[in-house]
Each structure stands twice: as structure tokens, then as C-alpha cells.
């Protein structure tokens, strides 16, 4: 059916067609295949919406463009995957945008700490003008940054005590991502941080190597994390963007209509994505407690002592982030809470 469909629709690409392909020689264009990794498993919204981004890109091409989906790590970590887009090994990866900050600094304004109200306004900037500004800035690094999903508020869990204050953090070693601004702001709050890249986070809290990590609570119950972790916090300390990539190299040799695919597509599973993350976000705070997690909450007077904890930090990297996209993220937040 497929090859039908692809014969009927002729080929108005012929010249890239290398013939010795099984839909070229059947008068079909050329097949692309996707290599998409991300990090995080198989029950994870993240590869939900990337499976559904798979269902509306083949259905779109009619077949002309493939997605091959791997999950956990197969193909590397964030940073890796994201080198192996730049290097066009790979096309597509969905990182969290705190390793991106490695690759274009302003992307670290999302590691603000309690930068975001909300998840609703977090989608206002982020679909907004300054986060599609910010993606623009990708092309640079030879990267397309083609929508947001999401991650999530971020809270903590570790081994070793209940986290109720910042004096609870005094010496606890947190597992952070490979961002300069967690691991000041960590230190800020009185935690002895390691960086480390996610594909090692499970081995290192079970050998002890580190104490504890933050993450949503999706990934701590959905990774099983409750298997080596005693303590969860609602710390909710800072709002995890994903970022949508696609090789640019990739990107470049499609047609203007398939690139339009691409960024409809990504965009239409990067929804799908938050609904599912939302749903599960809300309803995996009480199963980790059913696995035997204690659950500590954070008061608002204990949420502000953290909150005046890392403002030098934040003080401190505003220069280093861009006077002016800090300035039109908090902008951007308050216009979207009017
Ligand atoms: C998965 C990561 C993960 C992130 C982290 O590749 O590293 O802790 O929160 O979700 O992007």
C-alpha cells in the first residue's frame, strides 16, 4: 500500500533519489530515516510523545521519512546525543535545556531557580517570543530547535534525611545536571553537588556515590528510584524545559514541506507530551509514598529561606546568562500572568 501511495504521488525529488533504494526504484523519492533517542524510558511520557511524534511524521511523508525511537540512554546521554546531532550521526533528541546551556549559555535562564509559578506560564514564555527566540539561537551550534515539551518542577529525594529546610541540605551529596548554575545554586543551599550525566544516576545512589538527586516526580516513580532513594521533597525548585532538536544538517536536506512536518509534528506531540507529564506528575507523589517513600513537605516560610539562599547565585550568573534574555524571560512571565 505504502509503495502504491508514494508511486502515485510521483517524485518531485528525483534527483536525490539514490536508485538503489527499495522505494526509489519503486518511482518513490528517497526514504530518510530518524535515529531519535532520548534519555528516559519506555513508560515515560517523554517516548509516548515521541512515539507519537513517529505516528504523525510517517503518516505525513507517507512513508519518506522514518523514525527509529530508542529511549534510556541507548544512544548516549543528553550532551553526547546532542554532540552526535551536530556531528549528523543522529537526528533528533529531546534533552533537558540544562545540559543545552553548555552548547548556548542563555538557555541556562531556565536553571533559575524558582523561576516559574506554574507550568501555564511556563508554556506562555517557552511557546512565546523569547523561548522561540532562544531556539533560533540553536542554528549556531548547527542544531534546529523545533519545540518545547516538558519535564517538570524538579524536587529532591535522597537516602540519607527528611528535607525540610535548607540547614536538612548541610553536606548532602546531590547528583546535579552538567550545569554550572544547579551546582552553585546547590552548594548555595549548603549541598555538596556532583554533576553528573542522567545514564549514570541509577548506579551512583545505588553504590552510594552520591546521596541523592532531583528530578520530577514522573521520572523519580517511572525510573524506579524509589528502589534506592528513602526521602522525597516538594522542593519544586526549579522548572525543567525539553527541547525538541533536530540535526540541522538533517533539517536542511528536507524539503520546505517536510520541515514543516517536522516542526507541526513536534509540536503536536510536544502537547500530547505535557498532558501525559501533568497527569503523571500529579499521581506519582502518592505511589512513591505507597513504595515506601517518606514524603516531606516544604512550607512556604522554608521554600522563601531557599529562596534568599540562592539569590546571590542567581545575582551572579545574570551577566553570564545575557542581561537581556533574563530580563525578557522575567518580562515574559509577568506579562503572562496578567
Ligand atoms: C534525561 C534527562 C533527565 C534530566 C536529568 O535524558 O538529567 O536529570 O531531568 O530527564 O534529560
Redesign the pocket.
Same mark, same amino acid.
Given at each position: 500500500l505504502l509503495i502504491t501511495v508514494l508511486a502515485a504521488c510521483g517524485n518531485g525529488d528525483a534527483e536525490s533519489s539514490s536508485g538503489n533504494d527499495e522505494s526509489a526504484s519503486e518511482g518513490g523519492g528517497e526514504t530518510k530515516t530518524i535515529k531519535a533517542g532520548?534519555?528516559?524510558n519506555s513508560d515515560h511520557p517523554?517516548y509516548k510523545g515521541l512515539l507519537k511524534f513517529k505516528e504523525i511524521v510517517e503518516e505525513k511523508t507517507d512513508g519518506a521519512i522514518e523514525v527509529e525511537t530508542y529511549h534510556s540512554?541507548q544512544l548516549g546521554?543528553?550532551r553526547s546525543m546532542t554532540e552526535a546531532l551536530q556531528l549528523g550521526s543522529q537526528e533528533v533528541v529531546i534533552?533537558?535545556t540544562?545540559?543545552l546551556a553548555n552548547f548556548v549559555p542563555e538557555f541556562s535562564v531556565f536553571d533559575i531557580p524558582f523561576l516559574f509559578p506554574n507550568e501555564e506560564v511556563a508554556d506562555k514564555v517557552l511557546d512565546g517570543e523569547v523561548g522561540q527566540e532562544l531556539l533560533g539561537k540553536l542554528e549556531e551550534q548547527n542544531l534546529v530547535g523545533l519545540a518545547y515539551w516538558e519535564?517538570g518542577f524538579?524536587d529532591l529525594t535522597n537516602s540519607e534525611r527528611a528535607v525540610a529546610s535548607v540547614d536538612d541540605f548541610d553536606g548532602l551529596k546531590i547528583r546535579t545536571?552538567e550545569n554550572d548554575l544547579h551546582l552553585d545554586a546547590f552548594k548555595a543551599l549548603g549541598a555538596n553537588p556532583t554533576p553528573m550525566? *542522567?545514564t549514570e544516576?541509577f548506579t551512583a545512589m545505588q553504590q552510594g556515590t552520591v546521596d541523592g538527586?532531583e528530578?520530577?516526580y514522573a521520572?523519580i516513580y517511572l525510573q524506579k528510584f524509589y528502589e534506592v532513594q528513602k526521602h522525597v521533597s516538594d522542593t519544586h525548585h526549579i522548572y525543567?524545559p *525539553?527541547v525538541f532538536l533536530m540535526s540541522k544538517s538533517f533539517y536542511d536536506g528536507l524539503t520546505e514541506e517536510q520541515q514543516k512536518i517536522m516542526k507541526d509534528a513536534a509540536v503536536e506531540a510536544g502537547e500530547y507530551e505535557r498532558k501525559l507529564n501533568r497527569e503523571a506528575n500529579e499521581k506519582y507523589l502518592e505511589k512513591l509514598q505507597e513504595e515506601g517513600m517518606e514524603y516531606t513537605e516544604i512550607t512556604d516560610e522554608a521554600r522563601q529561606e531557599m529562596v534568599d539562599a540562592v539569590a546571590p547565585v542567581i545575582e551572579d550568573y545574570k551577566s553570564k546568562i545575557g542581561e537581556e534574555t533574563v530580563d525578557k524571560v522575567y518580562q515574559a512571565i509577568e506579562d503572562a500572568q496578567k
Open positions: 532520548i534519555g528516559l517523554q540512554g546521554d543528553d534533552p533537558s540544562a545540559p519535564n524538579r545536571m550525566a *542522567f544516576l538527586q528530578n520530577p521520572t525543567s *525539553f
